[in-house]
């Protein structure tokens, strides 16, 4: 993997969220995209089972528990047979280690670079960059994003593979967070008021989830007509 290559795209990124998020008019606009995600049923009812989930190893390795079903169904993930599935249930331990030790690279060419998928009667294999994206947030919510593709849309990666764009998003959320401790403490302040004055419990929520948050409505929500 080329390290420099990763770095200028993910400073690209990271200027990109300053010009967003540093306007005059900035904090307005992330009360109202909090607003939307704690009042939106859909959003809402996926912050609670994320909720649930994230850093949950005791839940994750449950065997009474079919883990991966139900995040495949919350995260909408498509064209995925269940032996898939129970492959990866079967490899729960294995997965979360590669994840401690930080081996990325290899969880994703095992797992998700070309996974064997039943379809009809023929064996297919898919990239699902985007599973290996929401599992690897869902156990290191602070060092990975949970990217989707408008999100890489947005920032303009779309010639990017989707595990790349997943590298560059993950660096330019730590580079920007790093760089803007105080905007970043008072995004935190924001969503921590509005979770209060909801009465929900999502206080916990990485960096890296609030600013998802952020670009998830930016990248799939239109803006109003002028």
Not at 12 to 23: F, G, H, N, R, W
């Amino acid at each position: 993997m080329e390290t420099s290559y990763l770095n200028r795209q993910a400073r690209a990124v990271t200027k990109k969220i300053t010009a967003d998020l540093c306007k005059e008019n900035s904090e307005d606009g992330i009360i109202k995209i909090f607003t939307f995600h704690l009042n939106d049923k859909n959003s809402s009812n996926f912050q609670k089972y994320y909720s649930s989930i994230t850093t949950n190893e005791q839940n994750f390795l449950d065997k009474e528990k079919n883990f991966f079903k139900e995040f495949k169904s919350k995260y909408a993930l498509s064209g995925i047979d269940n032996k898939y599935l129970q492959k990866l249930e079967d490899s729960k331990t294995e997965m979360l280690q590669r994840l401690a030790n930080n081996e990325i690279v290899e969880l994703y060419f095992d797992y998700f670079e070309k996974a064997e998928i039943r379809y009809n009667q023929t064996i297919i294999y898919k990239n699902l960059g985007s599973f290996l994206s929401k599992f690897a947030h869902t156990f290191n919510p602070n060092h990975y994003c949970a990217l989707d593709n408008p999100i890489r849309t947005y920032f303009g990666m779309d010639k990017e593979s989707f595990f790349m764009a997943f590298l560059i998003m993950s660096a330019a959320y730590k580079e920007w967070v790093n760089e803007n401790p105080q905007l970043m403490q008072r995004i935190r302040e924001i969503w921590i008021a509005l979770c209060k004055d909801k009465k929900v419990e999502y206080i916990h929520f990485s960096d890296l989830k609030l600013l998802d948050l952020i670009y998830w409505y930016k990248a799939n929500i239109p803006a109003p007509l002028p």
